[in-house]
């Protein structure tokens, strides 16, 4: 038959066997890309009503299909004991085609858009075993994507063994070094070192330097872990910790005390607030969430404090334990902390959510970063030594610190002092903050200041244009920057994506590239400011840089210089939160049970849950001619 392959013609298998090699394989493309496992811990190969069963896989026949299609029920009895296609080693076979089929989905892809970034970064096991997670980066044709091309053992974690890791990857799906824009990694020495770190061997194995991007949620943490790190103060020689920044890791301490007490039954149930969270240090928004809720749970909290602290049914040693925290709640630093670093910690959240958005481009994260800078700077005159009395003023008068009756402080009787002493003693009530005084508001002041400026002085360090010298340029590809399409603030820009091989081929016809720079801005720079202001409210939550692109994609081949400086700006990557992500979807997968998991095999199963879209789309028909080319007869 015209049009038939080789293959077809040869091996071609039997309808019935067709048909259920397809119900086979939906029942596995199904269970892999939700994450479930396939076998239990018994399982029964026969196909009688009474024996067919064990996993999610053999269950999934026996309790849903053959009462769906009795047909197909026919065809497992008729199959040969040879030839079911229900053992684990067909199985692993199966997933083990559709993990090929979804990495070449994303290999080709990344091969169209002819430029791309590496985003890189490794996790153990339950087994201790380290697995490293290859995300790529580039511009597909609905915009910006990141897919993750594999999940690989790493037997050598050495610097040397990770980079022949990745170009082994690169190598064996055709795709080239030359259009490799950019590396993404954490700041680890073996990814971040200027000798011997990956991203030197990188530029090394290009021949060129490659830009390395220290990912920028990564950064921001580690600005909140310096805020919680007491410094070492110099007094007399001897080192002493600050106080104001003990106060602080003495408030998170008691965070997480607070959360693990309320995980006790007996306060379970006469706490009627939200669960507090687990103060988790290494999540990028964990210690918000961990003070927002007792922040906005606060009445809640104390009252099952004080419940707890005279409840006979909680143990005496639980009960000494609520009067600790109910102290410490109603100490005049900690109420004001849970105010002032629920505060900070918002501003900070907006940069790391923002920076997690894959859509986003590093010239735009640039740009939020500026703005959250500011406003924390502002903070410092917000809150005032007023300010700061008022916060312990309203926490100390409000009804989560009230007596159990709700009412005032019963009065103390009436005593008549002698007159002689009208003229040198004051009987009049004088308003006071409890216990707080003036000395303890000028020492929260200060740890106001101290926070404030440390957090400034971390993020102009690790934030600095001058740490990457393409960060300045990338900020006159946005319309709203004052620079925008500045000719000589993108110099850099031009220097750096001229010296990336892939794009020789679109560059290398203009010859000069500074004067095409400058004839291209000349005509279109109004051009876009008056497209991005007409098409303000449609434009709107978009990527400007993607907005300005898909501009001139619509004018032809008229700026092909420009086009590629956006490109370039786009793909270069500024956050591993997919790699991240990556590492969520394979602990959802390495559970307890699945003991034997491989970490190959374990690999794999995590590609295929996480790019869930790619796994759901996989043809049969692809399938198919893969699955042809194996000979699984016995080898005698």
């Not at 091996?11 to 939906?26: A, G, I, M, N």
Request: with cysteine.
């Amino acid at each position: 038959e015209k049009g038939t392959s080789v293959v077809d013609i040869l091996v071609k298998p039997d309808p019935e066997h067709k048909t259920w090699l397809y119900s086979v394989f939906t029942v596995i493309q199904f269970l892999v890309s939700n994450g479930l496992p396939l076998r239990g811990d018994e399982e029964c190969t026969g196909f009688s009503s009474e024996s067919f069963g064990g996993g999610l896989f053999l269950n999934t026949f026996g309790d849903l299909l053959f009462k769906l299609n009795p047909e197909l029920h026919c065809i497992a009895k008729r199959l040969p004991h040879n030839a079911k296609y229900t053992s684990p080693e067909i199985q692993n076979e199966v997933i083990k085609i559709m993990g090929e089929m979804v990495e070449e989905i994303v290999a080709e892809r990344c091969k169209q858009s002819h430029g791309y970034t590496v985003l890189m970064d490794g996790t153990e096991d339950k087994n201790g075993e380290e697995l490293e997670a290859i995300v790529l980066r580039y511009l597909g044709d609905l915009g910006v994507e990141e897919r993750t091309l594999a999940v690989l053992l790493a037997e050598d974690r050495s610097a040397k063994g990770l980079l022949s890791l990745l170009l082994s990857t690169l190598i064996k799906h055709d795709i080239p070094l030359a259009d490799l824009i950019s590396d993404c990694m954490d700041g680890a020495s073996v990814n971040a070192g200027w000798k011997g770190g990956i991203q030197q061997l990188i530029s090394e194995e290009c021949g060129r330097k490659v830009l390395y991007i220290h990912c920028i949620n990564h950064k921001l943490h580690l600005v909140l872990k310096k805020i919680l790190t007491a410094p070492q103060q110099k007094e007399g020689g001897i080192g002493i910790p600050s106080v104001c920044r003990v106060e602080v890791q003495n408030f998170f301490a008691l965070v997480g005390e607070l959360y693990s007490f309320f995980k006790l039954k007996e306060v379970k149930k006469v706490y009627h607030g939200k669960s507090l969270k687990r103060l988790i240090e290494t999540r990028w928004s964990g210690h918000l969430r961990a003070t927002k809720i007792i922040k906005d749970h606060l009445e809640d909290i104390t009252v099952a404090l004080r419940t707890s602290s005279t409840n006979v049914n909680i143990k005496p040693e639980n009960r000494m334990k609520a009067v600790g925290y109910l102290k410490q709640l109603e100490d005049g630093t900690n109420r004001f902390l849970i105010t002032f670093l629920s505060d900070i910690l918002t501003y900070l959240d907006i940069g790391t959510q923002s920076f997690q958005k894959q859509e986003n481009s590093l010239a735009n994260c640039m740009r939020t970063l500026k703005k959250v800078k500011e406003e924390l700077t502002l903070k410092k005159s917000e809150y005032s030594a007023e300010k700061i009395a008022e916060i312990i003023k309203t926490d100390t008068t409000s009804s989560a610190f009230c007596s159990d009756s709700g009412g005032e402080p019963r009065a103390k009787r009436q005593r008549k002092l002698p007159s002689r002493l009208d003229d040198s003693v004051v009987t009049a009530r004088v308003p006071i903050f409890r216990n707080e005084s003036s000395d303890s508001v000028m020492l929260l002041r200060g740890l106001v200041v101290d926070v404030l400026d440390t957090l400034d002085a971390e993020l102009t360090e690790r934030f600095s244009e001058e740490n990457v010298s393409c960060w300045g340029a990338m900020r006159c590809l946005i319309p709203s920057s004052p620079e925008f399409l500045d000719v000589d603030s993108l110099k850099p820009l031009v220097d750096y994506t001229s010296s990336i091989p892939g794009f020789n081929e679109e560059l290398g016809g203009l010859g000069n590239l500074q004067e095409a720079l400058i004839a291209e801005t000349r005509v279109h720079k109004q051009n876009i400011l008056q497209y991005m202001t007409d098409f303000k409210e449609e434009l709107k939550g978009k990527d400007p840089l993607i907005s300005v692109l898909r501009y001139l994609d619509t004018q032809g081949n008229s700026a092909p210089l420009l086009s590629t400086l956006l490109k370039v700006g786009i793909i270069c990557g500024y956050s591993t939160s997919t790699v991240e992500c990556v590492f969520s979807a394979r602990a959802r997968i390495d559970t307890p049970n699945r003991r034997r998991l491989t970490p190959y095999k374990q690999g794999i199963l995590t590609l295929l849950h996480f790019e869930k879209d790619l796994t759901d789309s996989l043809l049969f028909t692809e399938f198919l001619k893969r699955w042809k080319l194996t000979d699984r007869r016995l080898k005698v």
